[in-house]
């Protein structure tokens, strides 16, 4: 069993109210239920940096692929000419 400390912390009373509920419900601890909430909301927190770096990552090599090769004016009109006859209007 690892070490425990003790903490305050205020909450608003609504807050409170519906954490004792869900207590109740669940035959729960407060320590208990903190120690597990904050554990999820930190497990999930950091899962989301994560994949925010990785996204930013992503962007930063798209950009530098794009301006070491950008696309020729060929593939362009290519481009162009594609989404003229892709797009359809139903109001024409």
């Excluded at 530098?64 to 006859?85: D, F, I, N, W």
């Amino acid at each position: 069993m690892s070490k425990s400390a003790r903490l305050t912390v205020s909450l608003p009373t609504d807050l409170l109210d519906e954490l004792e509920r869900y207590l109740r419900q669940r035959g729960e601890t407060r320590s208990s239920a903190v120690a597990r909430l904050l554990q999820t909301a930190l497990r999930e927190e950091s899962e989301r940096a994560d994949r925010d770096e990785q996204e930013r990552r992503d962007i930063e090599r798209y950009i530098r692929g794009y301006l070491e090769q950008p696309e020729t004016e060929e593939e362009l009109r290519e481009s162009e000419a594609m989404l003229k006859v892709t797009v359809w209007d139903p109001w024409p």
